[in-house]
């Protein structure tokens, strides 16, 4: 598949299934066991209807929104990936980039290969960024410092990764570390010689760049050895997050939130907003959709926490579907990474062009002209009893 062939953000995944080779295609589709939570994040969206109310001036329609003090174009935001640079050379400055000219956020990941200081260099206005708690304090305390001297604008602590799940595919496909090059994989690389070419002229495996002034060695087995030894922290509790609030001044994200009561924890502990996920199935495969949980969440926490949702987010409507769900703002993973591993920057740009389009269509067919007219009231539930949808 070409970009020019493409309509919708699912067809992403077409395109970057005919770039890459299987095991790195697996690496980013698939989920953990048998991929129940990874199907169930998009049911729940399809569980939802939006009734449409007409007559309505829909001339002018604005989809801006406004979180932490910044005005974004939309209510969308590309969700933290590790690793980008392996499926694309530079991909993640090229997400940077691409989420900067569309005025949205890109939450970098710590797991990235390029630096947050060059994300922060291309793209100083619209890159959040994400951590993981690490064995040895230090380093996330380092982290932070990083981000602070940098004047990141929001900070993203993910706290559903105990010990990182079973992705089967992975074990299947053989993307282990350290990776043993057998004859499936040598094919599955011929097969894709223009991935495999652009690997090799970048110099292989890329460096996680993040993760550089932490380790003595600093070729790319040795600084993924060190990551590897850091993260997952089995033996993390609030304690990080208590941490993380002490050292960050800024606006604080808690990522991977699923309980109402770990929601008030976190509200408790001085957080300014949730990602509710799970990790886009990569986690706990019978971990609910966050879209399922988003109501009781808002329920218990009220108006103190911004609340964003990601996971299985593929159109404009999803993101309506979770706004009037009580979310300010949805990311998305998958679709942005296959984009800008099938098409580099021009593709997420086109990734991104086209959910605002798909929001932008959704509001204008509900008779809606602003997201701060969104709520219960829009949804089918509320239009067949009469009564707004609200726990
Ligand atoms: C390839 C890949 C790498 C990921 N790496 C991270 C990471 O480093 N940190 C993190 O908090 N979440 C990570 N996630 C989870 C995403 O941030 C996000 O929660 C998930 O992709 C959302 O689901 P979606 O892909 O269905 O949109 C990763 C997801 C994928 C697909």
Redesign the pocket.
């Given at each position: 598949m070409k970009l020019n062939a493409v309509v919708n953000a699912e067809d992403m995944r077409a395109l970057a299934r005919s770039a890459l080779p299987r095991i790195a295609f697996d690496?980013?589709?698939g989920g953990v066991a048998d991929e129940e939570g990874?199907t169930e994040?998009r049911a729940a969206f399809r569980r939802h209807k939006l009734v449409p109310r007409y007559l309505v001036d829909v001339s002018r329609r604005d989809q801006t929104v406004e979180i932490f003090g910044s005005r974004y174009a939309s209510p969308i935001g590309i969700?933290?990936?590790?690793?980008?640079g392996f499926f694309r050379p530079g991909a993640d400055l090229m997400l940077a980039r691409a989420a900067a000219e569309a005025n949205i956020p890109y939450?970098m990941?710590?797991?990235?290969c390029d630096s947050i200081e060059r994300a922060m260099a291309v793209a100083p206005d619209t890159t959040w960024f994400?951590i993981?708690g690490t064995r040895d304090p230090a380093i996330v305390e380092d982290l932070v410092r990083r981000a602070t001297a940098l004047r990141v604008k929001v900070l993203?602590l993910?706290i559903?990764?105990p010990i990182i799940g079973g992705r089967e595919r992975n074990i299947r496909n053989g993307f282990t570390r350290p990776m043993k090059l057998t004859p499936g994989i040598v094919l599955q690389g011929l097969l894709r010689p223009r991935w495999t070419l652009g690997f090799l002229k970048s110099g292989g495996v890329p460096v996680m760049e993040n993760w550089k002034p932490y380790s003595a060695r600093k070729d790319a087995n040795s600084v993924a050895d060190l990551y590897g030894a850091q993260t997952p922290a089995p033996g993390q509790t609030w304690e990080v997050l208590h941490l993380v609030r002490r050292l960050w001044n800024g606006p604080l994200l808690v990522?991977?939130v699923l309980h109402p009561e770990d929601a008030l924890l976190c509200a408790e502990a001085g957080a300014d907003g949730l990602?509710v996920?799970?990790?886009?199935?990569?986690q706990l495969d019978k971990a609910p959709a966050p879209l399922d949980v988003l109501r009781d969440i808002r329920a218990r926490v009220g108006d103190r926490l911004e609340l964003i949702v990601?996971?299985?987010?593929?159109r404009g409507s999803d993101v309506v579907v979770a706004l009037s769900l009580g979310a300010r703002m949805c990311?998305?993973?998958?679709?942005a990474?296959f984009s800008v591993a099938g098409a580099g920057q021009a593709g997420a740009a086109k990734l991104l062009k086209l959910m605002r389009s798909e929001i932008d269509m959704t509001l204008a067919q509900i008779g809606c002209t602003s997201l701060d007219d969104l709520g219960a009231h829009r949804l089918a539930s509320a239009a067949r009893d009469g009564q707004p949808d609200l726990p």
């Open positions: 690496f980013i589709d990874l994040n969700s933290p990936m590790g690793i980008a939450i990941s710590s797991a990235s994400q993981y993203v993910t559903d990764t990522k991977g990602i996920s799970n990790h886009g199935g990569r990601d996971g299985g987010v593929r990311t998305f993973g998958r679709p990474m």
